[in-house]
């Protein structure tokens, strides 16, 4: 928005165009500052977020990769989504009901289940969450996916 005008009266028309014209670069001067300033406080909050997702990646690294790897072959989407409960930070455990391999033994139940888990760590959901637990949930998010993946091409082969 503007800022209102100087007062004009009593001014020539050369004079009035050249107060105006100063008013204007000064508000121009004004709202770029302003917006350099905030480019700059977003990108250093986005780099105080980025080095404490890497410090979340040091600490919990090891461990979501043996949640998700087995002797170095990816487990499957049944085994990630009973033991996903183990890995999943405490604000995200509290709402993922922890399933039984009874749960998930039909391929509809699979697809019903993972599509909760999807929910439950989807990165677009916990964007409010702090970077530890965004870093585990989108870590978590991928594994199942990738397995997921790998279920629906072992269903239909033909597809």
């Not at 890497?54 to 979501?64: E, F, G, I, P, V």
């Not at 002797?71 to 995200?92: A, D, E, Q, W, Y």
């Not at 009901?97 to 019903?112: E, Y």
């Amino acid at each position: 928005r503007w800022p209102p005008p100087p007062d004009l009266t009593g001014l020539t028309d050369a004079q009035k165009r050249e107060v105006l014209r100063q008013h204007r670069e000064s508000t121009i001067e004004e709202q770029s500052r302003r917006a350099v300033e905030e480019k700059r406080r977003v990108e250093e909050d986005a780099s105080r977020r980025q080095e404490e997702v890497a410090a979340a990646a040091s600490l919990h690294d090891a461990r979501l990769t043996a949640w998700c790897m087995d002797n170095g072959k990816k487990r499957n989407v049944r085994v990630l989504l009973t033991t996903m409960h183990t890995v999943l930070p405490p604000s995200s455990r509290a709402k993922w009901k922890q399933l039984s391999l009874g749960d998930v033994i039909a391929p509809a139940d699979v697809k019903r289940h993972f599509r909760k888990a999807m929910l439950r760590v989807h990165p677009d959901r916990n964007v409010d969450l702090d970077p530890e637990e965004s870093f585990i949930c989108s870590r978590v998010f991928d594994a199942l996916k990738e397995a997921y993946d790998v279920f629906l091409a072992h269903e239909n082969p033909s597809a």
